[in-house]
């Protein structure tokens, strides 16, 4: 390159890696090639004011990486999705509450009976043990009668005491056997008495679109066109222009 050549078509034939420093937003990587295409077909013949492609590398990583972040808001305004002849369109949340108590002077009384039967059987077995001691004694009496007598007297009489105890014992079970049925009856009544208190919330929405009528539907035609001329590719290259090319022709 000669040393008066200081427009970018000549340092882009000196060196074609001038402009693969341009930092882009994700959202339009895809674009890097049409971007750098147009930027050489639009100042090509402009004279840049970094004449040394090394340093213009630099200057052009520094000031995309600080425009990134706009380019990136500015090509999401064209992705909007909306009617374009609308100038009212969203949804209105509302939340109403009521408070309301309810007295209930309806005092019911119902009558309970209930009747129950159960089988029932009982069988007890107990281990006894019984001892029981007795003193003895023992007595010897003769009587003889008369003649002609009806009465007895006694003609002889032996008495003996014996002395010592008897004992006896008895081990073993007993056992009851119960076999039946049971029934229980319950009278009575129940009552019921109310007092209620309700908070109610009504929770909607409801949407509102279409013209207003501040701004006339032809007015906000030709709103849209000036939207949809705008171009995130030409965007770029005026703010490239405007950074590194002298606007002298």
Not at 196 to 206: A, V
Not at 209 to 223: A, D, H, M
């Amino acid at each position: 390159m000669s040393a008066g050549t200081l427009d970018l078509m000549g340092l882009y034939n000196y060196d074609e890696t001038v402009l693969d420093t341009l930092v882009l937003p994700e959202s339009i990587e895809d674009k890097r090639e049409t971007i750098k295409t147009n930027i050489l077909l639009d100042s090509a013949e402009q004279e840049i004011i970094y004449a040394d492609p090394t340093f213009l590398k630099l200057a052009i990583r520094a000031w995309s990486t600080k425009q990134a972040p706009i380019w990136d808001e500015m090509y999401k305004t064209t992705q909007y999705d909306y009617n374009p002849i609308w100038n009212k369109d969203g949804t209105i949340q509302e939340i109403r509450k009521s408070k309301e108590k309810v007295d209930d002077d309806n005092l019911r009384t119902d009558a309970l009976q209930d009747m129950q039967t159960r089988n029932a059987k009982d069988k007890q077995t107990l281990d006894t043990e019984d001892l029981e001691t007795r003193d003895l004694k023992s007595e010897s009496l003769q009587s003889v009668y008369g003649y002609n007598s009806d009465s007895d007297a006694p003609s002889d009489k032996t008495e003996g005491e014996n002395t010592g105890t008897d004992k006896f014992n008895h081990t073993g079970s007993v056992t009851d056997d119960h076999t039946g049925t049971i029934k229980d009856d319950h009278t009575g009544t129940q009552k019921n008495e109310r007092d209620i208190k309700r908070n109610t919330y009504e929770n909607y929405t409801r949407t509102e679109t279409g013209n207003i009528g501040v701004t006339s539907t032809q007015s906000l035609i030709l709103e849209q066109r000036g939207v949809v001329s705008f171009n995130i590719v030409d965007y770029i290259i005026k703010e490239f222009k405007d950074r590194f090319c002298l606007k002298v022709y």
